[in-house]
């Protein structure tokens, strides 16, 4: 059974460039989150998508957006990229119908902006 | 607003040298109290759910309990493989995102 899969592994960008991460879920989840950990700091939680539609946002800019697929993978893009955007960016999935609430995460796209 | 704090930051023990990590947390409505472990690099490895005080969850070395404002993650007998961040993480009734505090750095020497 796959875990919650992200690509690109690590990726280099310069400021004002776009970017997009990409996330499969964990077989049998319908729900994904995205969250920003910069380094040595908790994850923040960014936006969560279920049924192809933003749920819940967190305290960040409009320059983060994100896309959820009929099957349930999803995209989050970041716009005009700022050197505070550089940060390890992790994936995670759960099931709305699902009683434990855990949310199981990704590896993570590690971002630096130059 | 919601809020999570974690104690110590950083904490060295020798192999074999149990102790405790503290999470404290501030919500309303607490639905769940997860416990994660993250490797340098890696996403977070989840380990534990606690839903309400007095409720307490093992697994090997490890030991988390709940009360009504913290939970502590207790490591007996730590090995240097249990070196790593250790994350707690809250929910609540009315959000549907995780609350993560920023962390415990563990490091166990041999």
């Known amino acids: 059974d796959a875990g919650v899969t992200q690509s690109p592994t690590h990726l280099i960008k310069t400021r004002g460039q776009q970017v997009t991460l990409r996330c499969s879920p964990k077989?049998?989840?319908?729900?994904v989150s995205w969250y920003q950990q910069a380094l040595g700091q908790g994850p923040q939680f960014i936006f969560q998508?279920?049924?192809?539609?933003?749920?819940q946002r967190g305290n960040f800019p409009d320059r983060f957006s994100g896309h959820q697929f009929p099957n349930y993978s999803s995209e989050l893009n970041v716009n005009a990229l700022l050197l505070g955007d550089s940060a390890l960016y992790l994936c995670?999935?759960?099931?709305?119908?699902?009683?434990?609430?855990?949310?199981?995460f990704g590896p993570g796209t590690r971002l630096t902006v130059l | 607003e919601d809020q999570v704090t974690q104690s110590p930051e950083a904490l060295r023990l020798q192999e074999g040298e149990s102790s405790s990590l503290n999470c404290s947390y501030t919500?309303?409505?607490?639905?769940?109290l997860f416990w994660y472990r993250q490797d340098p690099g890696k996403g977070p490895e989840f380990l534990f759910t606690l839903y309400s005080a007095g409720e307490e969850k093992e697994k090997e070395r490890l030991k988390a309990t709940l009360t009504k404002k913290e939970s502590f993650l207790h490591i007996t007998a730590p090995k240097p493989e249990d070196s790593a961040t250790y994350l707690c993480?809250?929910?609540?009734?009315?959000?549907?995102?995780?609350?993560f505090g920023p962390g415990t750095r563990l490091s166990v020497l041999p």
């Open positions: 993480a809250v929910r609540t009734y009315y959000g549907q995102n995780f609350v």
């Open positions: 919500v309303s409505g607490l639905r769940g």
């Open positions: 077989s049998g989840h319908d729900t």
């Open positions: 995670a999935s759960s099931s709305v119908g699902g009683t434990n609430n855990e949310q199981f």
């Open positions: 998508y279920y049924e192809e539609e933003e749920r």
